[in-house]
């Protein structure tokens, strides 16, 4: 494996869990802003959001990290209803 190969590797096995982790965070969120759970948004149509990472980079301040997230137009998606 070529040194550039190592540091590919290094990067996905660094990148995994923090994307792992990031998932769990976002199905949390999801349950916790289930419609049902807030009475004003019972009878509101759904939102359905898209997004892609963009970026990633550590947070100075914990030690955890800041994403930035691209957020896709609805006309700009395959989402189907």
């Known amino acids: 494996m070529t040194a550039s190969d190592e540091q590919i590797l290094d990067a ?5 869990p923090k ?4 998932l769990e965070a976002f199905e949390q969120l999801r349950q916790n802003m ?3 759970r ?8 759904p939102i359905f959001l ?6 990633k980079r550590p947070d100075p301040e914990t030690e955890g990290f800041q994403s930035g997230f691209l957020i896709f137009e609805s006309d700009d998606t395959d989402i189907q209803r």
Do not use: Y
């Not at 996905?12 to 995994?16: E, F």
């Open 38 to 45: 807030i009475p004003e948004l019972r009878e509101a149509d």
């Open 19 to 22: 994307l792992l982790t990031t």
């Open 50 to 55: 898209v997004a892609e990472v963009k970026w």
């Open 34 to 36: 289930d419609p049902s």
């Open 12 to 16: 996905i096995t660094d990148l995994t």
